[in-house]
């Protein structure tokens, strides 16, 4: 079955470095991958796309690589803010499925 | 404004018993999905449904019943054959077809006592 890892240590960094957080996949050919922010106590909320097709993808600070031959994206935030302090989740689907799997999520701390 | 709603926001339950989280969506989507998330881990998928009168189990649907009479409404029933209820359950709707979004409620918090 496919397997959807990201590190479950919570990042810490100092407001205004960049954060990358990884999501290694095994079993899978995703035709793409998403990024989701969850705070706690709350529903995640829908961040970026990228196909399978694409290197990477940009939205203001946000960034995402996807290496289908590594398979694994990278999600880094610019110029870091305390506001951006969440658990960061990536999703994989398939073509034909509309099928979501999770990976567990990275907390991120993001201190002034 | 269009969203997805979830309720009760908490829940508590009796061992033994049957308990049913709501969840309506105004989005117009025909995919809906319910999910359960516990703590350190990512969330597992219970039923999803792709269009009115049609669901699927997920990765973890046994002690768990859904409808999907209404096009905006998938409810979940957790009932007394699951083991272990406790858990934040998480309902979300997308479009069908590719490069897709979820779109999530804001979470039912069960709790066994």
């Known amino acids: 079955s496919q397997k959807i890892e990201q590190n479950s240590e919570a990042l810490n960094i100092q407001e205004g470095k960049t954060a990358t957080l990884t999501c290694n996949y095994t079993n899978y050919s995703p035709a793409y991958l998403q990024w989701y922010r969850q705070d706690p106590g709350r529903g995640p909320v829908f961040l970026l796309l990228i196909r399978e097709n694409e290197k990477e993808k940009r939205k203001e600070r946000l960034k995402v690589t996807f290496d289908t031959t590594l398979k694994q994206s990278l999600f880094h935030i610019t110029a870091s803010q305390p506001a951006d302090s969440a658990t960061y989740l990536c999703a994989l689907d398939a073509y034909n499925f509309n099928k979501f799997y999770f990976g567990s999520g990275t907390k991120l701390n993001v201190k002034p | 404004d269009g969203g997805i709603t979830q309720s009760p926001k908490y829940l508590f339950r009796k061992e033994g018993q049957n308990v049913t989280l709501s969840c309506e969506q105004n989005l117009n989507h025909d995919a809906m999905y319910w999910y359960r998330q516990d703590p350190g881990q990512g969330l597992r998928l219970i039923y999803y449904?792709?269009?009115?009168?049609?669901?699927q189990k997920g990765d973890i649907a046994e002690g768990y019943s859904v409808s999907r009479e209404k096009k905006e409404s998938f409810p979940l029933t957790v009932t007394s054959a699951q083991k272990n209820p406790t858990a934040f359950y998480l309902c979300?709707?997308?479009?069908?077809?590719?490069?897709?979004?979820?779109?999530f409620g804001q979470g039912t918090r069960l709790t066994v006592v």
């Open positions: 449904s792709q269009i009115v009168n049609d669901f």
């Open positions: 979300a709707s997308s479009t069908t077809g590719a490069k897709t979004e979820a779109f």
